[in-house]
């Protein structure tokens, strides 16, 4: 581990970036020990974030340790206090609700540790504690696939049953509010039925069944949103257990990009996903060896890139593409 540079907080406060000497970035990554608390593996985006992470690590000679909190934030502080006791160059974060980080996070900064976060989001009384956050811009996933739904129906009167994340996360809050704005102004598309399906494909599956029955066996439902493609897996189970017809009678419209709903959608079970990136640690890295060889603080957020992918996509070369990268 390097010597701890004690320049985080005083930059942070006087906005400014301090020259020191310059080694050369290998040099400085290959010396590197960053601690990663990983939220857990409740879903295949997050398992391909883990393996993706360890992969950017190595390539840069850094050494990462993970720690797999199971979905639950009191093992996450455990973990960031666990890091600061090891005396690690940096912590990643990946933080599975948004709120009740300020404590642990001020003792992380206490020690000049920096932190970044990675692929979720905490609440704005929190944004000095931490250097950057990497992630992409949820609201806009959600907006994205708001519009292309309304796109997709027309004029024609569709009832929405959303599938939601983890509450209390950032991204299930943010694709929440994108999905609204993106369906908004157009009353012939209104979410009917609205429930946490956890990032999971069986809670996913479970919820999509009681969505069916309350739904006249599904035949009122026009369309699902899935806060993820997991959730849409596990509800495209439940939709051909109960006869129906995900892709044609019921349009489905999800999240990340997974290797499995490529294969969805070329069997025309699944109409469309916005993608998330799993590499979101490689931005993370880079931005910490800056910080470390030369004090460049980097922008308070680094937005990575989302896209829509429709059936038009050749769903099977894309998922061909993917299949091997961790997911
Ligand atoms: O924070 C990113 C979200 O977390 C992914 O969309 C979901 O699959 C994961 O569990």
Same mark, same amino acid.
């Given at each position: 581990?390097? @010597?701890?540079?004690?320049?985080?907080?005083?930059? #942070?406060?006087?906005?400014?970036?301090? @020259?020191?000497?310059?080694?050369?970035? +290998? @040099?400085?990554?290959?010396?590197? #020990?960053?601690?990663?608390?990983?939220? =857990?593996?409740?879903? =295949?985006?997050?398992?391909?974030? *883990?393996?993706?992470?360890? $992969?950017?690590?190595?390539?840069?000679?850094? *050494?990462?340790?993970? &720690?797999?909190?199971?979905?639950?934030?009191?093992?996450?502080?455990?973990?960031?206090?666990?890091?600061?006791?090891?005396?690690?160059?940096? /912590?990643?974060?990946?933080?599975?609700?948004?709120?009740?980080?300020? *404590?642990?996070? &001020?003792?992380?900064?206490?020690?000049?540790?920096?932190?970044?976060?990675?692929?979720?989001?905490?609440?704005?009384?929190?944004?000095?504690?931490?250097? #950057?956050?990497?992630?992409?811009?949820?609201?806009?996933?959600?907006?994205?696939?708001?519009?292309?739904?309304? %796109?997709?129906?027309?004029?024609?009167?569709?009832?929405?049953?959303?599938?939601?994340? #983890?509450?209390?996360?950032?991204?299930?809050?943010?694709?929440?509010?994108?999905?609204?704005?993106?369906?908004?102004?157009?009353?012939?598309?209104?979410?009917?039925?609205?429930?946490?399906?956890?990032?999971?494909?069986?809670?996913?599956?479970?919820?999509?069944?009681?969505?069916? %029955?309350?739904?006249?066996?599904?035949?009122?439902?026009?369309? $699902?949103?899935?806060?993820?493609?997991?959730?849409? !897996?596990? +509800?495209?189970?439940?939709?051909?257990?109960?006869?129906?017809?995900?892709?044609?009678? /019921?349009?489905? $419209?999800?999240?990340?990009?997974?290797?499995?709903?490529?294969?969805?959608?070329?069997?025309?079970?699944?109409?469309?996903?916005?993608?998330?990136?799993?590499?979101?640690?490689?931005?993370?890295?880079? @931005?910490?060896?800056?910080?470390?060889?030369?004090?460049? !603080?980097?922008?308070?957020?680094?937005?990575?890139?989302?896209?829509?992918?429709?059936?038009?996509?050749?769903?099977?070369?894309?998922?061909?593409?993917?299949?091997?990268?961790?997911?």
């Amino acid at each position: 581990m390097t @010597a701890r540079t004690p320049v985080f907080s005083c930059l #942070t406060a006087l906005g400014l970036s301090l @020259a020191v000497t310059a080694l050369p970035v +290998a @040099a400085i990554a290959a010396d590197l #020990t960053v601690g990663f608390s990983q939220i =857990g593996s409740e879903s =295949g985006w997050r398992a391909a974030e *883990t393996t993706v992470s360890k $992969v950017e690590a190595e390539k840069r000679g850094i *050494t990462l340790k993970i &720690a797999d909190a199971q979905q639950k934030q009191e093992n996450q502080i455990k973990a960031i206090r666990s890091f600061v006791a090891q005396g690690v160059d940096a /912590i990643f974060l990946a933080p599975v609700v948004s709120t009740g980080w300020e *404590t642990v996070l &001020a003792e992380a900064k206490e020690a000049e540790i920096p932190v970044v976060l990675l692929d979720r989001d905490i609440d704005p009384s929190g944004k000095d504690l931490y250097l #950057t956050a990497v992630t992409s811009d949820s609201v806009h996933e959600g907006r994205v696939a708001g519009e292309w739904l309304v %796109k997709t129906v027309g004029d024609k009167t569709c009832n929405v049953v959303e599938l939601q994340g #983890t509450v209390g996360a950032s991204v299930a809050t943010n694709r929440k509010k994108g999905f609204e704005e993106g369906i908004a102004g157009h009353a012939n598309v209104t979410i009917v039925r609205s429930q946490t399906g956890e990032f999971t494909r069986a809670k996913g599956k479970e919820v999509m069944e009681s969505f069916i %029955k309350a739904e006249g066996g599904g035949q009122s439902i026009c369309a $699902v949103y899935a806060h993820n493609d997991d959730m849409m !897996v596990g +509800a495209i189970q439940a939709m051909k257990e109960a006869g129906l017809k995900p892709g044609s009678e /019921i349009l489905t $419209v999800s999240i990340d990009a997974v290797p499995d709903i490529f294969k969805a959608m070329a069997a025309g079970e699944a109409n469309a996903t916005v993608e998330l990136t799993p590499n979101m640690a490689g931005p993370a890295f880079d @931005a910490i060896v800056a910080f470390k060889e030369n004090g460049t !603080v980097p922008p308070k957020w680094i937005q990575t890139e989302s896209k829509l992918y429709t059936a038009a996509d050749d769903p099977m070369a894309v998922y061909e593409s993917k299949k091997d990268l961790g997911y």
